[in-house]
């Protein structure tokens, strides 16, 4: 019975661990991530999605990213 509850103490001393940083998450997304150009042929509609999706990588990555 002794051993039953240090092994169920063991086993959740182990759930209050910490986990991974999200940055570590974001880091990696950000070394993928790849910002859109746009030119003037593309339509209103398109060019408002690249804008938009540039901006999701701005506020995730902030201004490391380059430009492709």
């Not at 986990?19 to 042929?41: E, M």
């Amino acid at each position: 019975m002794k051993a039953l509850l240090i092994t169920s103490m063991l086993l959740l001393a182990a759930c209050g661990t910490p986990q991974a940083p999200v940055a570590v998450v974001a880091d990696t997304y950000c070394q993928a991530a790849r910002k859109i150009t746009w030119s003037i042929d593309d339509t209103g509609a398109t060019i408002e999605q690249i804008v938009r999706h540039n901006a999701g990588i701005d506020r995730a990555c902030g201004a490391r990213t380059k430009t492709s």
